[in-house]
Nanobody, 120 residues
Framework: VQLQASGGGLVQPGGSLRLSCAGS????????IGWFRQAPGKEREGVSC????????YFSNAVKGRFNISRDNGKNTVYLQMNNLKVEDTAVYYC??????????????WGQGTQVTVSS
């Protein structure tokens, strides 16, 4: 059972990136998939979550209106589309899976993290 996060990189302020979280060894259909980020010297924070059970998506106030989350069941992958990126979005981004609904903590499976750097 693995989650593979990818898609990070270096982008200028105002640019876009799409992160991918691919599941292997299990189906993401029954899981809520959350995206978290951790910047140097800061605590990890929740960014977004997709819950099939609730048919709901969640976004932190910091990214609301700029980020979008979606799922491709055929590819067993969840995407985080990040638009209008800001310098303060710079962090390592992680995806995580928990059975059932989105929650602030208690995720069972974690991806390895992908670096997002927003800089001019």
């Amino acid at each position: 059972v693995q989650l593979q996060a990818s898609g990070g990189g270096l982008v200028q302020p105002g640019g876009s990136l799409r992160l991918s979280c691919a599941g292997s060894g299990f189906s993401l259909d029954d899981y809520a998939i959350g995206w978290f980020r951790q910047a140097p010297g800061k605590e990890r924070e929740g960014v977004s979550c997709f819950s099939s059970y609730e048919s709901m998506t969640y976004f932190s106030n910091a990214v609301k209106g700029r980020f979008n989350i979606s799922r491709d069941n055929g590819k067993n992958t969840v995407y985080l589309q990040m638009n209008n990126l800001k310098v303060e979005d710079t962090a390592v981004y992680y995806c995580a899976a928990v059975l059932g609904n989105c929650r602030p903590s208690g995720y069972e499976y974690w991806g390895q993290g992908t670096q997002v750097t927003v800089s001019s």
